[in-house]
Nanobody, 123 residues
Framework: QVQLVESGGGLVQAGDSLRLPCAAS????????MGWFRQAPGKGREFVAA???????DYGDSVKGRMTISRDNSKNTVYLVMNSLKPEDTAVYYC?????????????????WGQGTQVTVSS
C-alpha cells in the first residue's frame, strides 16, 4: 500500500521560503514520477511541479522560477522548495505519485496521494 506523507507547511510572510518534504513508502520509489499539486479554498487542484524517475522536471506557469522540485531516492523523499512566496500561494499542498516516467499535469495522472499540508502566506 502506497503511503505519502507531506510535512513542512505553516504560516509565513510574503517573500519567505519553505521546503516541503514528502516521504513515500510502500512503493519502488525510484521508478515513480512524483508530483506536487495545490488546492486553494473554492478552487480546483492545481499542478505545481513534477519530477520523473529519470529526474526530468516540469513546473506550473505560476510557480516557474520560484519553486524547485527534487528527489532523494536513497530516502524515498521528494522535496518542493518554495521561494519568494506570495499570498496567492496559500493552499493545501499535496504530494502525488504514479508509476512510470511520464510527467502529467492533471491530477488524473496520479494514482496515489498524500493528505496534504497547509501553506499560508500573509501579506
Amino acid at each position: 500500500q502506497v503511503q505519502l506523507v507531506e510535512s513542512g507547511g505553516g504560516l509565513v510572510q510574503a517573500g519567505d521560503s519553505l521546503r516541503l518534504p514528502c516521504a513515500a513508502s510502500g512503493l519502488t520509489f525510484s521508478i515513480y514520477t512524483m508530483g506536487w499539486f495545490r488546492q486553494a479554498p473554492g478552487k480546483g487542484r492545481e499542478f505545481v511541479a513534477a519530477i520523473s524517475w529519470r529526474s526530468r522536471t516540469d513546473y506550473g506557469d505560476s510557480v516557474k522560477g520560484r519553486m524547485t522540485i527534487s528527489r532523494d531516492n536513497s530516502k524515498n523523499t521528494v522535496y518542493l522548495v518554495m521561494n519568494s512566496l506570495k499570498p496567492e500561494d496559500t493552499a493545501v499542498y499535496y504530494c502525488a505519485a504514479n508509476a512510470g516516467d511520464l510527467i502529467r499535469r492533471t491530477p488524473l495522472g496520479y494514482a496515489s496521494w498524500g493528505q496534504g499540508t497547509q501553506v499560508t502566506v500573509s501579506s
